[in-house]
């Protein structure tokens, strides 16, 4: 009994062998191979995902098995140049898609996608598209950054409208500045008629309120300033309104009125927050940070003394502003701590990155402005 057992156990080698003769050379022909067995094998790792499933009809056309029973070097040459051309379609229908806000939402902010990244949007009525504050939580931070460092608040929810004035030779400048002091009245501060705004280089605040109302009923403050108002200068005045977008339209048509009302009309045009963008430093280390982005150094030295002296002159409501050949424009404010930088199309776009580099946590918006302008350089109600 125990000798039939053990002949039944014992398995002769050699007639294994034998039997299994075609499956071994088969298994040895197959490691010889270099390319591998399966067709989604031989695609490179960035196509195999495609074609996961072994389904041909999913494979590309050029590399189907009845193109070509082998894979060479054509073949590769060729999947190069369908990977180039599909993310170069891809690319075009990304860019497509950023750039429709341009004409369809003008609306959207020059740095709209940074802050969308970074920041809680508005979405209700004329705020909409306005950064409201940081997903960092770092409000406690820009209030000690006020103190000691420098904070960036965004002023996106300003919008500029410019009026394109007639020149002093062919219309009385005076004229049509009395004509928009209606908005305007004279024992809140500042008005269109101020001599800081004729001088062509100071902005300053015009507290705004409706039309011919009795009693005056107060909308809110613009920061205006004029360009080209000197007689020497060959170029209309151009007359800059920085806006709250809440009272936009309001203010619009108060404008466009008194437009008619004049013996001869000016020009009205709004320059939407896709093209500037209006930014708010404020810190002792606020004008070293806008040095950053200035491209004269000498002028941007020489713009710091002068409002310095003119600080107790015009009290904290003007601000001394520089105008760059490149696409930003500088302002600096009276307020020893706080400059106003706007900037302006696709190098504006590359300066703010410059000047938030590893900053990002240092940026506030609506919410934080209107916390922590409590004594702001350029006040935000009327002094009475």
Not at 11 to 16: I, K, Y
Not at 55 to 65: A, V
Not at 133 to 140: A, G, H, I, P, V
Not at 150 to 156: D, E, G, R, W
């Amino acid at each position: 009994m125990d000798r039939a057992n053990k002949q039944a156990n014992d398995l002769n080698l050699l007639n294994m062998i034998e039997s299994r003769i075609m499956e071994i050379i088969q298994i040895e022909d197959e490691c010889k191979r270099k390319l591998p067995k399966l067709y989604h094998q031989r695609l490179p790792r960035f196509m195999r995902r495609r074609a996961a499933s072994h389904n041909m009809k999913r494979l590309p056309k050029k590399m189907r098995p009845s193109a070509s029973s082998k894979f060479g070097s054509k073949s590769r040459k060729s999947l190069l140049s369908f990977r180039r051309k599909t993310r170069f379609q891809k690319h075009k229908r990304v860019l497509r898609k950023h750039s429709r806000h341009k004409y369809n939402e003008p609306f959207k902010s020059l740095l709209h996608k940074w802050f969308a990244k970074r920041f809680k949007m508005g979405d209700e009525g004329a705020m909409n598209y306005v950064p409201m504050y940081n997903n960092t939580k770092n409000q406690r931070n820009l209030y000690r950054q006020t103190r000691y460092g420098c904070a960036y608040l965004s002023m996106n929810h300003l919008i500029a409208v410019q009026l394109v004035l007639c020149r002093p030779e062919e219309y009385h400048l005076a004229v049509q500045l009395e004509q928009l002091n209606r908005i305007s009245c004279p024992v809140s501060g500042f008005t269109f008629c101020a001599q800081s705004i004729e001088k062509g280089k100071y902005e300053v605040v015009v507290h705004l309120y409706k039309l011919d109302s009795l009693p005056r009923e107060y909308i809110c403050p613009a920061i205006v300033e004029i360009k080209g108002a000197q007689e020497g200068d060959n170029m209309d005045p151009l007359l800059t309104m920085w806006i709250p977008r809440n009272n936009y339209q309001e203010i619009l048509n108060y404008l466009e009125t008194i437009s008619r009302d004049c013996t001869k009309q000016f020009k009205i045009s709004t320059i939407y927050p896709r093209d500037w963008i209006r930014v708010r430093l404020i810190g002792p280390n606020a004008r070293d940070e806008c040095c950053k982005v200035a491209l004269d150094k000498e002028r941007h030295k020489a713009a710091i003394e002068d409002a310095t002296l003119r600080l107790d002159q015009f009290g904290l409501t003007i601000g001394r502003h520089i105008e760059e050949k490149s696409a930003n424009f500088t302002y600096y404010n009276t307020d020893p701590i706080v400059a106003d930088i706007v900037f302006k199309k696709q190098a504006g776009r590359m300066l703010w990155h410059q000047l938030v580099k590893n900053k990002a946590h240092l940026v506030g918006g609506f919410r934080d402005l209107d916390r922590l302008l409590v004594a702001d350089c350029f006040k935000l109600v009327p002094d009475f």
